[in-house]
């Protein structure tokens, strides 16, 4: 059942978004064509491509001095994106933070353009918990600090934004974009592809300020050059249509049907709630990953006493219609991710199960 996928990603999706989809891909209703069959030079495509930015823009209260992008490649590509255009020929030091499994891949591509400094490696603590502030050292004159504001393996999320405002902020957002408010001036860079929290494989969001747009180093291909994709409005070839039209109808829900993205979070925040609150009153049959103050509010993941349970627990759990439970397959244990389109109820059911699991 689609409501009980607890999947890591892609994740879940709002119902009336995928009736929305099930009938574009028959025919757009003011188009009348399959959105699989429409031009993506269509005056049509543009104007989707003007309100899903519209309505991100509107979500984040972003403003003019950000420019948004819709680009392929997903998450992986900017790790390789973002070194070329902010560290190659600088001579300056990148720095990076090491929390769990995804910062630790968007390093190595880093080291390829420059220097990297990790201001901070979680290994040593099993990426349970997360830095503050007061525990970075930056240089004053780094070319850019780089963190993961989620860890969707490992479950821990940054619940205040890290790091000195003076250096260039630059933030993977891949699974938890959309999931609050946040306050885009102190960024210089966000991203996130769509795939956990706004829409289908094959589109990532990149904000950017446009100030860093100039200069650009030599030698970077025009189609990993922002600048190519800012002066096509995301249009420089053939984009994923259909995953931007699902992007467009996640951001029209978001913004009609929750109310924004400080109810989101109010209901994020308390869809998490109901699941964390199980494991600790049941500590003895389930043990949290993470450390308290950085549990993550999309990605709740414990474990069971042995692997025989874990696999008890998993296959009783999908008897009674839940999916995508089974941790990741680095770490393993169990994770349940809460997306923005993954219902209260539904995290309720799982923690009526998970309670009565423990009694059993
Ligand atoms: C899933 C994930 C990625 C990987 O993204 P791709 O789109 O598959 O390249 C990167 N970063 C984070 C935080 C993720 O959760």
Redesign the pocket.
Known sequence: MNELNFS??PGVLPASVLAATQEAIIAVPEVGLSVLGISHRSDWFAAVVEEAERNIRRLLDLPDSHAILFLQ?????Q?SMIPMLLLRDTGKTAEYLRTGY??A??IPPARLEGEVRLLWDGESRGFRSLPKSEELFHAPDAAYFHY??????EGIQFHEIPGLDSVRRVC????DFLSRPIDTDRFDLIYA?A??NLGP?GV?VVIIRRELLEPVPRGIPEILDYRAHLAAHSIYNTPPVFAIYVVLLVSRWLLNDIGGLDRMDAINRQKAETLYTIIDRYADIYEGRAAHEDRSRMNVVFRLPTAQLEAEFLRQASAEGFSGLKGHRSIGGIRASIYNAMTLDAVEALSRFMREFAGR
């Open positions: 890591g990603g490649g997903g998450a992986t590509l790790f995804w910062s891949k968007s993961v504001s989620n860890e969707t393996v993977d957002m891949s699974s592809h795939q956990k494989a990532t």
